[in-house]
């Protein structure tokens, strides 16, 4: 019964609300974890690629998402999503230095303004598995500002 339940919560979580994003392009820079420059364009009306390039532990980061995109219900400039993700870098911190590499999923929710193309969002990656031991990566915790086209 759990298992139906699931597939049940699961299928209908990306199944409804199919309508068109809020836009199609942004540029912009992503502030936390990493701190760099995103992309995120849309690949249909509900499916969405994330890419950022930034710094990390004195080193650089690679991280590409694919993210479900839905409308949040009553709040028409809002947006939230989910998808699995994957990370890639290199780092040099104190006298230890190393390369990871993660796939992990996560979600956020983003703010389309109206009057002006500028988009705010809040991503949340915890890490799934990282297959490079004591990295001491785990997660990705950012805030963006990117410019809409």
Not at 29 to 43: H, W
Not at 71 to 77: C, F, L, N, Q, Y
Not at 128 to 138: A, K, L, P, R
Request: glycine share 14%; with cysteine.
């Amino acid at each position: 019964m759990k298992k139906i339940m699931f597939l049940l919560i699961f299928t209908g979580l990306f199944t409804f609300g199919a309508k068109a994003q809020l836009y199609k392009h942004s540029i912009g820079f992503a502030l936390g974890t990493p701190l760099g420059v995103q992309y995120k364009g849309a690949l249909s009306s509900n499916n969405a690629i994330d890419i950022v390039l930034g710094t990390i532990f004195n080193g650089v980061t690679v991280t590409g998402a694919y993210e479900w995109v839905f409308p949040v219900k009553g709040a028409r400039d809002f947006q939230w999503f989910v998808g699995p993700a994957a990370s890639i870098g290199a780092w040099d911190h104190d006298h230890d230095d190393g390369v990871f590499f993660a796939v992990y999923g996560g979600g956020g929710i983003e703010y389309k303004f109206n009057e002006i193309p500028l988009v705010l969002s809040f991503d949340l990656f915890p890490i799934g598995v990282s297959f490079i031991e004591n990295s001491g990566y785990d997660f990705q915790c950012r805030a963006g500002i990117r410019y809409t086209f």
